[in-house]
């Protein structure tokens, strides 16, 4: 069986039916058999409207980067992608093969 990573890029104010993002996406996979996913916290970053969103200890915003990996079986992971393009509207998501070590 092929592995793959799904990588999703969110703000962290993103809201989805009044509930952040980032927990729907990380409850859905863990409802869908997804064996593992991390939330990662980004320092400062920029997307595709160019604006940095920064960490600054005394500008704390909540716009801060995000970023949800999981490693699964690719076979697992691309039927979810429909509903997690509803759920993350027009955010970036990656899918790529991997392999486990």
């Given amino acids: 069986m092929k592995s793959a990573i799904l990588r999703i890029y969110l703000k962290d104010s993103s809201t989805y039916h009044g509930k952040s993002v980032h927990e729907t996406v990380l409850e859905f996979l863990r409802d869908s058999g997804i064996k593992g996913a991390t939330l990662l916290r980004g320092i400062?970053?920029?997307g595709t409207d160019g604006k940095i969103r920064s960490l600054k200890v005394l500008a704390l915003s909540n716009e801060?980067?995000?970023?949800i990996e999981t490693v699964d079986e690719e076979e697992k992971l691309r039927p979810l992608i429909?509903?997690?393009r509803e759920i993350v509207g027009k955010e970036l998501m990656t899918?790529?093969?991997v392999e486990i070590v």
């Fill in 44 to 46: 400062e970053g920029y």
């Fill in 64 to 67: 801060i980067p995000l970023v």
């Fill in 95 to 97: 899918l790529q093969a």
């Fill in 82 to 84: 429909p509903k997690l």
